[in-house]
């Protein structure tokens, strides 16, 4: 029995709430109109009666005056129940009560009597005052018509005029909530038919500078990052099998050459061909393998990794390379993060350095204590980097240098892989600024 559509539930809601305003509206109106008309109608049955009672106190009641307007009957009783007088239209009647006990003075009741002459409610007022004769009692009454006919008059024009309302506001609640939901039909319907191919596609903003239009911006920023990870995923994949096809190719070539020519002397130079080639593989699979488990959504690792201790050992496996690695380590250094992808980036900002180097590579490592951040930079005297490849550096399968990058066994991975970690660990990798070759700089948040 709930409505399914936000169209409905808002029209359903609306009426809902105009129907019970509306209601408890009318009853108050009913009743303030019933009270307004009924104390006016006693109040000049009260005028009345204390009239005639002035009269019965000074010995006058052989002059009853007629009813005057808003007042209906007029009788008097005395204490033992005899009328006295009586307006002509209750001549020859009974008392209406039995005059009821007072002490002397004029004394004002008021009593809801049975019809007199009259199909409509009545009020009665009595008066009892002290005569000559002993305390006398004045019942005036008033009839209730007008409470009664205003009364059938405003019931039967809320009757109508509430339904109405209510259906009016209904009409108007389904109308707007269809007009304010015809862009978010519009989203749905297009964002349904987007497939995995067609992520180029955006949905309609609509320009009424609202939630659905910042919902529609919202969408659409979302089918770029989508369009903008398949198109990275599309070109990774071409990459990594470019990258893979040219040395499976060149180890198939060596290993056939082997057995085409079943030489001995031949066979030291192949085999050592083929291992290098074999390693290179196995480095490209572990690097294509790591970029995959950093490209997924687990939550990076958290344990305390002793940052320094990593960056030492790094450099002390470098003493005797080509390339001298001099060291810069600040002491009692910890962050966030995994040891072995901690390693592996200081592995790949050094290996990166030294591939580039002339003379010396310069490895730093300090605290910045005004933003609670380890610094790690990596300073070559090579070539440098120009300002505007220090972002493509960081992309996969990027080589400046193209075939020297091959010639030495780079993969154009290292430096993606060194950022993916850094940021990954809630830090950053970026190229800055140096006298001569290149400066990375690495910022990673101190752990406890």
Not at 29 to 57: C, H, K, M, P, W
Not at 403 to 415: C, H, I, T
Request: with cysteine.
């Amino acid at each position: 029995m709930r409505p399914r559509s936000v169209r409905a539930q808002a029209t359903l809601g609306a009426s809902a709430v105009v129907a019970l305003a509306l209601g408890a509206a009318s009853f108050a109106l009913i009743g303030a109109l019933e009270t307004n008309l009924t104390e006016s109608a006693q109040a000049d049955a009260e005028r009345q009666a204390v009239t005639i009672a002035a009269l019965a106190a000074a010995g006058r009641l052989d002059s009853v005056p007629p009813p005057a307007r808003g007042t209906d009957f007029l009788q008097v009783v005395d204490a033992q129940g005899r009328v006295l007088a009586s307006s002509p239209n209750l001549a020859g009647r009974p008392a209406l009560a039995p005059a009821p006990p007072r002490a002397p003075g004029t004394v004002r009741d008021t009593w809801k009597g049975g019809r007199v002459r009259e199909e409509h409610r009545q009020r009665v007022v009595q008066v009892t005052t002290d005569t000559a004769k002993g305390l006398v009692t004045v019942y005036a009454g008033t009839s209730l018509r007008d409470a009664d006919a205003a009364d059938e008059t405003i019931v039967a024009a809320l009757f109508i005029a509430v339904p109405l309302l209510v259906l009016v506001v209904a009409a108007i609640t389904w109308r707007v909530t269809g007009w304010a939901l015809r862009p978010v039909e519009a989203i749905r319907a297009e964002v349904a038919e987007i497939g995995d191919r067609e992520l180029h596609r955006r949905v309609p903003v609509p320009h009424t500078r609202d939630e659905v239009a910042r919902l529609a911006v919202t969408m659409n920023a979302t089918l770029d990052r989508l369009e903008a990870s398949g198109i990275r995923q599309r070109r990774f994949i071409a990459d990594a099998s470019h990258e893979l096809r040219s040395p499976i190719t060149v180890l198939r070539t060596q290993l056939e050459v082997a057995q085409a020519h079943p030489d001995p002397a031949l066979w030291g130079e192949l085999v050592s061909g083929a291992l290098e080639d074999t390693v290179r593989l196995q480095d490209l699979a572990a690097d294509l393998l790591l970029l995959a488990r950093l490209d997924t959504s687990e939550p990076p690792p958290a344990a305390a990794v002793d940052l320094t201790e990593v960056v030492r050992d790094a450099a002390r496996t470098r003493k005797g390379d080509r390339v001298p690695v001099r060291a810069d380590i600040a002491p009692g250094l910890a962050v966030c993060g995994s040891t072995i992808w901690l390693s592996r980036l200081v592995t790949n900002l050094l290996d990166n350095a030294q591939r580039h180097a002339e003379g010396e590579v310069s490895l730093t490592l300090r605290a910045d204590w005004g933003h609670d951040e380890a610094v790690l930079e990596v300073t070559d005297d090579g070539a440098g980097i120009e300002p505007a490849d220090r972002e493509r550096v960081f992309e996969r399968f990027t080589r400046l240098d193209d075939a020297r990058a091959r010639d030495e066994g780079g993969s154009g991975l290292g430096l993606a892989i060194a950022r993916d970690i850094a940021l990954r660990l809630g830090g950053t990798l970026a190229v800055r600024d140096s006298p001569k070759g290149a400066r990375l700089v690495a910022r990673l948040p101190l752990g406890p």
